[in-house]
């Protein structure tokens, strides 16, 4: 994956952040475990964790404090609306600069 883009030479990070659908349907997850698993992050993409992830019904929200120069990337749960936490309690959310794009 990061060598198909090309992201392991790269000075700063490449963040990825994708959110699931807003139906059941497009959120199932059968319980099985991560390691091992094409839900494994291998190489390096999910700054929280390789098997940090959010697998029932939410939306991606992307919050800029111009003032504090800081980007937050949120997945927050379709039912509540607040920021999820993923099976292991690891809050969803990464806060990194917008001048070195490297976490806060």
Known sequence: YSTTLRADGLERPLWQFMASGMTPETAHHSGTDCKGSYREDLVGLRPLGECSYYSRPGF???QIDWAERTVALQIHDASG??????????RQEVVFSLDTCLPV
């Open 60 to 62: 991606g929200v992307i």
């Open 81 to 90: 609306g607040g920021v999820a936490s993923d099976a292991n309690g690891v």
